[in-house]
């Protein structure tokens, strides 16, 4: 069983910075990958970033350079920062974990984060 709980969002200027948090429940968490997507109002969710078992990053073009993922196996813990926020990426962030062995898929609730003036 993998609970997923996010944290960190808010309410930020254009501009800003914000660092998410997402907290793995379960065992193994260094054998998963991890993701980090996003749904703002009306729009299909994307992917923002993501983060192999091994460490390996990955980032959609439009955050690359801005935005940073990590992972703490130790405190089963991975996080994204986020610099130089736009408005239009407000959304609800959602953190997503992706077993290597059997590929079995589990989500967070969401933390809305909003960018706004």
């Known amino acids: 069983q993998v609970q997923l709980v996010e944290s960190g969002g808010g309410l930020v200027q254009p501009g800003g910075s914000l660092r998410l948090s997402c907290k793995f429940s379960?065992?193994?968490?260094?054998?998963?990958?991890m993701r980090w997507y996003r749904q703002a109002p009306g729009k299909q969710r994307e992917l923002v970033a993501g983060i192999t078992s091994e460490g390996t990053t990955n980032y959609a073009d439009s955050v690359k350079g801005r935005f940073t993922i990590s992972r703490d196996n130790r405190k089963n813990t991975m996080d994204l920062q986020m610099n130089s926020l736009k408005p239009d990426e407000s959304a609800v962030y959602y953190c997503?974990?992706?077993?290597?062995?059997?590929?079995?898929?589990?989500w967070g609730q969401g933390t809305q984060v909003t960018v706004s003036s």
């Open positions: 997503n974990s992706e077993s290597t062995i059997t590929r079995v898929e589990d």
């Open positions: 379960g065992t193994f968490f260094s054998l998963y990958d």
